[in-house]
């Protein structure tokens, strides 16, 4: 069964840290890209990161970039996201989702062709 599972969200103060994962099931992991998504309420679903199967290749949007930080464990079947610095703005339910594409690529862009597995998501809230 294709599954991916989040945990790790919460509520923490600005400038905290949380570490989400993301564990996966019923695919080969390196042949599947994983991504974080983010969306809060009122808005677009975000992509904020991305890795490939083999963890070669990692993205990251602008304003992430320098405070979270995306890796993997395939011999766990589990993804990380370490997110450091943490802002107001950050608030939003963090989703992780896979495709697959058996290069060291990734995008954080959805759409046809890419990420069609997704997990059910976990609540961050930065607040003081």
């Known amino acids: 069964q294709l599954q991916l599972v989040e945990s790790g969200g919460g509520l923490v103060q600005p400038g905290g840290s949380l570490r989400l994962s993301c564990t996966f099931s019923?695919?080969?992991?390196?042949?599947?890209?994983i991504g974080w998504f983010r969306q809060a309420p009122g808005k677009e679903r975000e992509g904020v990161s991305c890795i490939s199967g083999n963890g070669a290749a990692t993205k990251y949007v602008d304003s992430v970039k320098g405070r979270f930080t995306i890796s993997r464990d395939n011999a766990k079947n589990t993804a990380y996201l370490q997110m450091n610095s943490l802002k107001p703005e950050d608030t939003a339910t963090y989703y992780c989702?896979?495709?697959?594409?058996?290069?060291?690529?990734?995008?954080?862009?959805?759409?046809?062709?890419?990420?069609?597995?997704w997990g059910q998501g976990t609540q961050v809230t930065v607040s003081s």
């Open positions: 019923g695919f080969t992991a390196d042949s599947y890209a």
């Open positions: 989702a896979a495709y697959w594409v058996p290069y060291p690529i990734c995008t954080t862009t959805s759409g046809k062709g890419r990420y069609d597995l």
